[in-house]
Each structure stands twice: as structure tokens, then as C-alpha cells.
């Protein structure tokens, strides 16, 4: 047997080569968590980055948010469109926050990107996309449910020049900075991910003194084909045929629910999701683009294949996405887009509900699905002195078809990313957290039970907060399976000082004076299988754990004997 491949690469030579590459990606992550400066970055890790090879196909991803998957690759080839091979150079760095045109979701994740030279060639990119805290717009964290169109929403960057050959380019700088309402902050953020890419030159440059240029660049192409062998390896183990599902995104209080369908065709070499009737773009910011609907697609077609292999552009080239434009999964300018995940995630669920029974090995029931994005603002009585702070919500995951749902877990768009611990919230925006727990409400019941919701409620302690959200997956909760129970729903619920509550699914500044309470409650996941056949051994543990009442073991689960132990 030969050893070297089709491209006369040292096969010993060539492993070393592609894990490297994917090492550099990692390198590149730590890089830029240690030296950011916003809890949503070094805390929450909402970032993700990536290196390209010089034709911006995706070769290696830093862990990080999966709802960035579509989007590393499509923004180097949108630079190289829009600026030409001829006049890209050596130390230019770009920024981009573009929802349409590629390469991002809302105005709010930002791209630097970083073209790699080996003397005079490109050979590759390296990129970073990570949340910023405020680019501007009608509200403060630029994410809010009450925007129309996106020039309320921010500032928008469309993939101009931010370094040019090595030098900063100060008028870009000073618009950042006069737009943005924390530019310390984002800034900060900035320059970290300017020097993680420079972590991902240096690797870069460093495998081809070693290696060779020649060598380097044969290894990106291998680990494209691998990656392509890999997911067409596992693309043949799933059942074939056509598959069809229909859901509802929620209603927003303004427009009555939408109907959303995609139909599935798996072959031996493609999955194909088509979103042909998808409806026109919607009122509001829940609205998605091409990009994030790509993404979404990615990270169900990965959860199906490998979900182990290491993504890259070639894991994804038997997928193919088909939707046409302006649709709310594919909107154009000037759309709202910034609680885009309360749509994008939708085409996720509606293959993952289209399959779960077929691939029970790999997907489970329906899970909390919405990010539950929550801003807090606050500003100082007597400085006047404001803070800022965004807070990805944990919720339930569905149940498996052989074991209960993950309790208290991100949305499948977070992937890696992290609680922001209560003792930094309480530091920075002067509220005091009651409590941090998982809850009992219906929902999830079934022979394996969806994973706990949880209640993260907030005080405003000191002076008045406002509170921003969009809290998807509340009139049609989590899917059950074979009989399982759905989950329950995502909601923020307000108590008054004078002990008056209300419900609110979306806020926009929703104002706490002080003493007033912020309870935001996410979703059970769903059940799977009927409740009846749940051990009575299981629901003792789920009434030792709080998970269930003796009243919901009574009545869901048909054992009022059991619950009368726990009474």
C-alpha cells in the first residue's frame, strides 16, 4: 500500500499537517476569551472562530456558538467578490456585520477577517465572528423585538476595510466609537479578535516554514475530502426517501402565528431541505437571512452524520439548501433581523421533528429551541453611569428515546456557550438574583422525560433596570415523541412590588423599578414515549429531585399511589 495520497503527500505528513490546522482554530479561541472584554465573550463565550483556506472553503472551526457554522466560509467569499483577488494585501484586516449579504445573523455579531499571504500568494484566512454588546440602533444591546426594519438596530458595517496593509484606519474607528453606546467595551472586543486572527496567521505561516508550502496547502484539500468522505459515510447509514413537517412559529402579539414547512429528500449522496413555502418576510425583528438559514441546516445535517468530525466545508457539500428570497427564512434589506434565532431555529426543529423517530440514535424530542436572549440596562440614578449585559437563557433538552433529556442546557444555536456567573451580574448591573433553579412546570412527561427548565429571576435592587427579551416556543412548546408529553413554555413573568404580576412572551425596555422582579422562565424539553410507562423507581427519583409534583405524578402519570408517598 502507498504511502502518500492522490496529492503525493506523506500520509504520517499529512495527518500532522490537518490536526495542526485544527489545533490553530483552537489556539485561536482561547486567544481571543482571554483578551476580550465583555462577559458575553469571555464569560459566555458567545464567539466562534475559524480558518479558511485561500479560497475562503472553511478548513478548520474554534468551538463557539454552532449558529456561526454557514457563516465563516460565505464571509471571506463575499470579501473576495466584493474587493477582488488584486486588491486584497498583506496586513488588511475587515470587518463585517452584513445580515444579508453573507456571513452573519443581526448587526450585533461582528466579523474580522484576516487574508494570510506566504510571500505574494494567499494561501488562507482566518476569521472571527463574536457578539458585541452594543453596535447602536433604537436600544441599548441592539437587540430588541420592538425594531421594524434594520436601521433601528444598530450600526452597519458592509465588509469595509478596518487595517489597510498594517495601519488602522481611524475614521472607521471614530464612527465605531461615536455610534456605539459602550465602545470600550466593543472595542475592546475588537481588538481581541484582531489578534486572535494574528494567532491564526502565525500558525499558519509557521506549518508552511516547517512543511512546506506546497505541503500545507495539500493538506487543507485532504481535509476538505475527508470531511466530505466522512459525512457521506454516515449520509448512507440514514433512511432514504422523502420526509415532510410542518410547525408554527409563535405569535408575537402583533401578527397571528406562522405556518413554516420544509420537505426533506435523502439520497446516498445529498440531503436536500427545501423551504419553498416558507412565507414572505415577517413584521418585526424575528426574521432570518440566507446565511443563518445555511446554518441551521448545517448543524442538524452535522447532528445526523458526524456530529465527532471536525466541521469544514467539505462535511457540508452533500447538503444542499433550497428556499427562494425574501422569505422570512431568507429576508432581505431593510428587514429586521435581530431576534433572527426565533425563526433561523425553526428550520433546525422542523427537519429535526421531520426525523427524530427515524434517526432516534442521534435526535431526541424537542428542546427549549429559543436562545431566550435576555439584555439588562441599567443606569445609575445619580452618576448616571449605565451598564449593559446580554444573558443567554438555559433550558430543557427533549428526551431520548432511552434516557431523560439534559437538564438546564443552551439552545442548539449557543453550542459551547457558558452561564455569566450571578456574582458578575449583581457586580455590574445592580440587581440582586433570587434565584437560579430548575422547575416543575407541566410539561415534559413520558416514559423518558424532557430535561428541567429553569427560573433565573432578578431584583432590581438599587435603581431602576429594563429588561429586554424574546422568549420563542410559548404557544406551541417542545414536541414530544411516540407519546411523549410536550415541554412546557418560555416566558417572562414580572411581580410588581405591590404584588401584581404580569406575562410578557417579548420585551422591548421592559422597565423594573426597584423592588420589582424579572422572573424569566424557559421550556422543559419534551418527552419521549407515554408517561404510563415510566418505572415507578424513575418517578420516585424525579419527586426526590423536584422535577414533578405528587400532583403531576397523579394526574400525568397515572400513579396516585406513588405521588400519595411524597403528599
Not at 457554522?69 to 466584493?82: A, F, H, N, P
Not at 505574494?120 to 458585541?132: E, F, G, S, T
Not at 481588538?191 to 500558525?203: I, M
Not at 420526509?243 to 435523502?266: A, L
Request: hydrophobic residues 35%; contains cysteine.
Amino acid at each position: 500500500m502507498s504511502s502518500t495520497n492522490e496529492n503525493g503527500l506523506d500520509l504520517y505528513t499529512q495527518e500532522i499537517i490537518q490536526n495542526a490546522l485544527i489545533a490553530a482554530g483552537e489556539e485561536m479561541f482561547g486567544a481571543l476569551r482571554r483578551s476580550s472584554m465583555s462577559p458575553i465573550i469571555y464569560e459566555s463565550l458567545d464567539y466562534s472562530v475559524g480558518l479558511t483556506d485561500g479560497a475562503g472553503e472553511l478548513i478548520a472551526q474554534g468551538q463557539g456558538t454552532t449558529v456561526f457554522l454557514g457563516m465563516m466560509d460565505s464571509l471571506v467569499k463575499e470579501i473576495i467578490t466584493r474587493y477582488g483577488r488584486d486588491n486584497i494585501h498583506p496586513g488588511d484586516v475587515f470587518i463585517s456585520n452584513d445580515p444579508y449579504g453573507g456571513g452573519s445573523t443581526h448587526l450585533s455579531d461582528v466579523g474580522l477577517v484576516t487574508p494570510i499571504f506566504d510571500g505574494d500568494r494567499l494561501v488562507a484566512w482566518a476569521i472571527n465572528k463574536a457578539h458585541w454588546v452594543d453596535v447602536g440602533g433604537m436600544q441599548p444591546g441592539s437587540m430588541t423585538t420592538a425594531s421594524t426594519e434594520v436601521f433601528q438596530e444598530g450600526l452597519q458595517l458592509p465588509y469595509i476595510r478596518l487595517i489597510s496593509k498594517g495601519e488602522p484606519q481611524q475614521a472607521v474607528l471614530d464612527i465605531l466609537a461615536a455610534n456605539i453606546r459602550h465602545p470600550k467595551q466593543s472595542l475592546g472586543d475588537m481588538w481581541a479578535g484582531v489578534a486572535a486572527n494574528r494567532v491564526g496567521e502565525k500558525r499558519i505561516l509557521g506549518l508552511i516554514a516547517k512543511y512546506g508550502q506546497k505541503a500545507v496547502l495539500a493538506g487543507m484539500d485532504d481535509l476538505l475530502d475527508y470531511g466530505e468522505r466522512m459525512a457521506k459515510a454516515e449520509l448512507r447509514k440514514l433512511p432514504k426517501g422523502v420526509f415532510e413537517c410542518t410547525d408554527h412559529i409563535d405569535s408575537d402579539g402583533k401578527r397571528p402565528p406562522t405556518e413554516v414547512h420544509v420537505k426533506i429528500t435523502i439520497t446516498d449522496e445529498e440531503f436536500i431541505a427545501d423551504f419553498s413555502k416558507a412565507p414572505p418576510a415577517l413584521p418585526g425583528s424575528i426574521n432570518c437571512s440566507w446565511h443563518g438559514l445555511v446554518a441551521a441546516c448545517r448543524i442538524i445535517f452535522k447532528a445526523m452524520t458526524n456530529p465527532a468530525v471536525p466541521a469544514n466545508s467539505g462535511t457540508f457539500r452533500p447538503l444542499k439548501v433550497i428556499c427562494p428570497p425574501n422569505t422570512c427564512f431568507t429576508v432581505t434589506k431593510p428587514a429586521a433581523t435581530s431576534t433572527y434565532w426565533e425563526t433561523m431555529l425553526y428550520a433546525d426543529d422542523l427537519i429535526w421533528k421531520a426525523m427524530a423517530e427515524l434517526v432516534p440514535q442521534r435526535l431526541t424530542a424537542g428542546h427549549v429551541l429559543s436562545v431566550c436572549a435576555t439584555t439588562i440596562e441599567t443606569i445609575h440614578p445619580k452618576t448616571g453611569e449605565a451598564t449593559l449585559g446580554v444573558q443567554p437563557m438555559v433550558g430543557g433538552w427533549g428526551a431520548a428515546q432511552d434516557a431523560n433529556g439534559l437538564n438546564g442546557q443552551f439552545s442548539i444555536a449557543d453550542g459551547e456557550t457558558y452561564n455569566i456567573p450571578v456574582e458578575i451580574q449583581e457586580f455590574r448591573n445592580g440587581l440582586h438574583v433570587e434565584q437560579y433553579s430548575f422547575h416543575s412546570e407541566d410539561g415534559g412527561a413520558g416514559e423518558f422525560i424532557g430535561g428541567r427548565g429553569s427560573y433565573l429571576e432578578y431584583t432590581a435592587r438599587e435603581h431602576p433596570v429594563y429588561i429586554s427579551g424574546s422568549y420563542g416556543r410559548h404557544d406551541f412548546p417542545p414536541w414530544g415523541v411516540k407519546g411523549g408529553q410536550n415541554g412546557s413554555g418560555n416566558y417572562i413573568l414580572v411581580i410588581r412590588k405591590d404584588g401584581s404580576t404580569e406575562k410578557h412572551l417579548s420585551a422591548a425596555r421592559l422597565l423594573l423599578n426597584v423592588g420589582d422582579k424579572a422572573r424569566c422562565v424557559t421550556s422543559s424539553g419534551a418527552g419521549w414515549g407515554e408517561p404510563a410507562k415510566r418505572s415507578d423507581e424513575a418517578l420516585r427519583d424525579d419527586l426526590r429531585n423536584g422535577f414533578f409534583t405528587p400532583e403531576q405524578v397523579s394526574k400525568t402519570f397515572g400513579r396516585p399511589e406513588l405521588a400519595a408517598e411524597f403528599a
